[in-house]
C-alpha cells in the first residue's frame, strides 16, 4: 500500500501514515470506518481543525484504497477472542492478517 502516498495526497503530510493504515486496517478487519473517525475527531480537537480533517480524511483514503484494491476482509470474528469493544489475539494472528487478504 503507498501509505506515505496516500498520506501526503490526503492528509497534507506524510506524517499522516499511521492514520492511513490505521483506516486500512479497519477495512482489513471488516470494521466499519465511522468508530475511528470519531475517535480521531475527539483525539485531535485540542490541535485544531485542520488537524482533524487531515487525519480523518487520511484514515478514510487508507479504509477506501483497501476496499478498492485487495480482496475481502478478514472478519474480527474469525480468530481470537473478542468481549466488548477489545480483541484477543495472538501476534502469529496478527501477522497473519495483512497476507491473508492479498490473496
Known sequence: MPLEELAV???KSKI????????????????????????LS????????E?????RESALAG????KDH????VPHDSFGSVTGKKMMLTGSQAMALG???QG
Open 70 to 73: 485487495f480482496k475481502g476482509s
Open 42 to 49: 475527539v483525539e485531535f480537537r485540542d490541535k485544531g481543525n
Open 99 to 101: 497476507p491473508s487478504v
Open 9 to 11: 495526497k490526503a492528509g
Open 63 to 66: 479504509y477506501r484504497y483497501f
Open 51 to 55: 488537524i482533524v480533517a487531515n487525519n
Open 16 to 39: 499522516m501514515v499511521n492514520s492511513v493504515a490505521t483506516g486500512a486496517a479497519m477495512a482489513c478487519l471488516g470494521f466499519e470506518i465511522q468508530p475511528l473517525l470519531d475517535r
